[in-house]
């Protein structure tokens, strides 16, 4: 079973800062997600990615297969950005996702 | 297009009820899925579908059972509700290829006292 562990739990930063959030997994994976769940309770799906980077505006997701780590960036933070950030991963011919339990980000103005 | 949609969006029940919670999706998805999500924990899979007539087990199944008799639609049923199982239950659905985008739900709040 794939273990999925996120850092850190907790995030609070001010307004405009640079944010990194850390996604590790035990057993090697087809693809990471990362998903984005709003204190309002739903849950959307930012990436997906198999390697590499991917962008999506002040977001951007990296991975590394070798160390079995990926990172989501968040770039000029804004207060909207305030959301539980979830890392999930699939594995090759399993319809199943594991998920890490989230990081609780906060940013004050 | 409504997306996953979630009936009812809060519940309240007391031990021993039933109840049965309906997910409906409007994208033509073969997979869905229904999740729940506890203080400190990951969201863990309940029950899944891979398709209409099919159900399978997932990590945390006992005391719930599921139907998909339409493919729109994934009904998950509480037959006698216990305390442990108040949460926040989410559906999801997916297309085949790709799995991992996942298409949630807003949400059911069920309380069992």
């Known amino acids: 079973k794939n273990e999925v562990e996120q850092s850190p739990q907790n995030l609070t930063a001010q307004e405009g800062e640079f944010i990194t959030i850390n996604c590790s997994y035990s057993?090697?994976?087809?693809?990471l997600h990362w998903l984005q769940q709003h204190p309002g309770g739903g849950i959307v799906s930012l990436f997906m990615l198999s390697s590499g980077k991917k962008k999506h505006g002040r977001l951007i997701a990296t991975i590394n297969i070798q160390e079995k780590h990926s990172s989501l960036h968040i770039t000029a933070s804004h207060p909207r950005d305030s959301a539980v950030y979830i890392c999930a991963v699939s594995n090759f011919g399993n319809e199943k996702l594991t998920f890490g339990t989230g990081t609780r980000l906060t940013i004050i103005p | 297009n409504a997306g996953v949609t979630q009936t009812p969006k809060f519940r309240v029940l007391k031990t021993g009820q039933s109840m049965t919670l309906l997910c409906a999706q409007d994208m033509n998805h073969e997979y869905m899925y229904w999740y729940r999500q506890d203080p400190g924990m990951g969201l863990r899979l309940i029950h899944y579908s891979v398709g209409e007539g099919t159900t399978a087990k997932g990590e945390v199944p006992d005391g719930y059972n599921v139907s998909r008799l339409k493919k729109q639609n994934f009904l998950l049923g509480l037959e006698s509700a216990a305390p442990s199982q108040t949460s926040v239950y989410f559906c999801a659905s997916s297309y085949v290829a790709r799995v991992g985008e996942q298409y949630f739900g807003p949400g059911t709040r069920l309380t069992v006292t």
């Open positions: 057993v090697g994976i087809s693809a």
